[in-house]
Nanobody, 123 residues
Framework: QVQLVESGGGLVQAGGSLRLSCAAS????????MGWFRQAPGKEREFVVGISASYIKHYAESVKGRFTISRDNAKNTVYLQMNSLKPEDTAVYYCARSKFDSPATNYLNYDLWGQGTQVTVSS
C-alpha cells in the first residue's frame, strides 16, 4: 500500500525557517510529479509548489524566492525548505502525488495525499 507521510512542521517565529519532509512507501516514486499544498483554517486548499519527475519546478507567487522544493528519488522523499516564514504561511501542509508527470496547480491532478503537518508562524 502506497502512503505519504509528512514531517518537520512546528512553531517558529516570523523570519524563521523549517524543512518539511514527505516520505513515500511506494516502489515507483521517481515516475511521479509531486506537490505541496497548504490549508489554513477557514480557507481553501492552496497550491504551494510542485516538482516533476524531470525536476522541473513550479512555485506559487506567494512563496517564490522563499521556499524551495527538492526530491531524492533514491530515498523516496520530497522536501520543502521554507525560509523567511511569515504569519500568513501558517497552515497544515500536505504532500501529494500527481496522477502524471506534471507539477500542476489544480488539486484534482493529484491522487494520493499525506496526513499533513502543522506549520505555525508567530508574529
Amino acid at each position: 500500500q502506497v502512503q505519504l507521510v509528512e514531517s518537520g512542521g512546528g512553531l517558529v517565529q516570523a523570519g524563521g525557517s523549517l524543512r518539511l519532509s514527505c516520505a513515500a512507501s511506494g516502489r515507483t516514486f521517481s515516475r511521479y510529479a509531486m506537490g505541496w499544498f497548504r490549508q489554513a483554517p477557514g480557507k481553501e486548499r492552496e497550491f504551494v509548489v510542485g516538482i516533476s519527475a524531470s525536476y522541473i519546478k513550479h512555485y506559487a507567487e506567494s512563496v517564490k524566492g522563499r521556499f524551495t522544493i527538492s526530491r531524492d528519488n533514491a530515498k523516496n522523499t520530497v522536501y520543502l525548505q521554507m525560509n523567511s516564514l511569515k504569519p500568513e504561511d501558517t497552515a497544515v501542509y500536505y504532500c501529494a502525488r500527481s496522477k502524471f508527470d506534471s507539477p500542476a496547480t489544480n488539486y484534482l491532478n493529484y491522487d494520493l495525499w499525506g496526513q499533513g503537518t502543522q506549520v505555525t508562524v508567530s508574529s
